[in-house]
């Protein structure tokens, strides 16, 4: 998991990524996967069962009974009113400009359109002519066909659906193979929601194929179902070696509902790297620890602090601010958030103070999303409450617990499971442990799992 985290989102972060969406991904929306979606026009057309090729069963169906009946009956199955899932909502947010997707649904357009995200959608081969655009607008490529409703009562674009489609695809859209191709040596690509099933793989085989790409610098993820059945798995294996001989890296999950979780730790690595500061009043051997891991933290190229004021956050600020190399202070670096009306005094500015008019809740709900980590130094319910909200946004949570009160008591809670805070930590950690031991190996365990968490 952490070459398909770590580097993919650093190819995120240059914005050299692309996204695969593939047809497992509508599946749990409610839609059909590829022979449940022929299984009607299969038997109206008398094709066995015994033929698991997808494309090649789609062909025989149209030789016999041709491909308008074969298409109606695609869309009784796809007209059904679906919803995008947790998963799609998770793309979208990437910050990820180039989508390219095999479904026909209308799943991803509808999570843009709920994100209220502006989108190219480019789903026939003229529309690479004029379409296509370079800049802060997403784009979806719609390679294989297209409904013209999220109710499926007709076709905008025909599916690429039999062998003849299959094979001719090069010859017949041309644009968008070569468009394809472009991207596959320039983007990192994410696959997502395929299966060795699913023709969809040959065609990337053959495209890794065509391109040599195996020892290329340009490396591809696809993530697929661990298969379980002893023979299932051997052939999986074999396919899995033919993926990586074209560059594309395969994650094996046990179950697909967790991809929203590998999505999730990549949203949150092409974040800024930004640290949230929470806790309150501090005791000798708190602030020690919190100025010690200051100090190294300065270390961290473009790390930025964010915190809600308070005394350990000025506490952590100050040391922070002092123990950055000399020229390369900048006050946006550390922001610290205000709601109008705070009565503040400061003993040394340090940083940025910024004023909101947002209620309390709603300022920890814009703020805290922002960061990739939060560090815990003692404090109150009001701190205890502000790493939950951290941990339901992904956050990675360290709570310093040798400084006690919320920092302790989030230790204790989490104790046999320190993964709930988005750690990449299991309870028999040594880090983990360290974290309520003494000073200086506090400050040495915070620091580790920091870097971990912020950077895979």
């Known amino acids: 998991m952490t070459n398909l985290v770590s580097e993919f989102s650093e190819a995120v972060r240059g914005r050299r990524a692309a996204i ?53 009956s695609l869309l009784s199955k796809l007209g059904r009113r679906a919803s995008p899932t947790d998963l799609h909502h998770r793309l979208i947010k990437l910050p990820v400009y180039e989508y390219w997707t095999t479904n026909y649904d209308l799943l991803l357009e509808q999570a843009l359109q709920e994100a209220d995200r502006g989108v190219a959608r480019i789903v026939k081969d003229e529309d690479l002519g004029s379409r296509v655009t370079i800049g802060e607008h997403k784009q979806l490529f719609k390679m294989h066909g297209t409904l013209n409703d999220p109710d499926g009562d007709a076709w905008e674009v025909e599916p690429t659906l039999t062998r003849t489609h299959f094979e001719t695809y090069e010859v017949e859209h041309p644009r968008f193979w070569a468009q394809l191709r472009a991207q596959f040596l320039t983007r990192s690509f994410l696959f997502l929601g395929l299966s060795f099933e699913d023709p969809n793989v040959n065609v990337l085989l053959r495209l890794a194929r065509s391109l040599e790409l195996g020892a290329g610098p340009t490396k591809h993820f696809a993530i697929m179902k661990r298969e379980t059945e002893p023979l299932a798995l051997a052939l999986q294996e074999l396919r899995i070696h033919d993926l990586l001989n074209g560059g594309i890296h395969v994650h094996l999950v046990d179950d697909y509902p967790e991809q929203s979780d590998l999505i999730a730790r990549i949203e949150v690595l092409t974040r800024r790297p930004n640290v949230f500061i ?179």
């Open 20 to 72: 695969f969406v593939g047809a497992g991904l509508s599946k749990p929306a409610g839609l059909p996967g590829w022979s449940a979606l022929i299984e009607d026009a299969r038997t109206e057309a008398s094709v066995p069962s015994e033929v698991v090729d997808a494309p090649l069963a789609a062909e025989y169906i149209v030789s016999k009974i041709g491909d308008r009946a074969l298409y109606r």
């Open 278 to 456: 929470s806790g309150s009043k501090l005791t000798t051997d708190a602030e020690m620890v919190a100025g010690q891991l200051a100090t190294r933290l300065a270390e961290e190229p473009e790390l930025a602090l964010l915190s809600f004021g308070g005394e350990a956050a000025s506490l952590f600020s100050g040391v922070f601010k002092e123990a950055l190399v000399p020229g390369t202070y900048r006050p946006e670096g550390i922001r610290h958030y205000y709601r109008r009306g705070a009565e503040l005094e400061f003993e040394e500015r340090t940083g940025t103070a910024i004023f909101t008019d947002m209620e309390l809740s709603d300022m920890r709900s814009y703020v805290i999303p922002l960061a990739r980590a939060m560090i815990v130094f003692g404090g109150g319910a009001r701190t205890e409450e502000e790493a939950e909200l951290a941990r339901s946004h992904n956050v990675a949570v360290i709570p310093v617990g040798m400084t006690g009160g919320a920092a302790a008591r989030i230790w204790g809670k989490y104790r046999d499971s320190p993964e709930k805070l988005n750690l990449p930590l299991h309870s028999d950690s040594r880090d983990w442990a360290r974290l309520m031991s003494s000073n200086v190996q506090a400050v040495q365990a915070a620091h580790q799992i920091i870097r971990a968490s912020m950077f895979g």
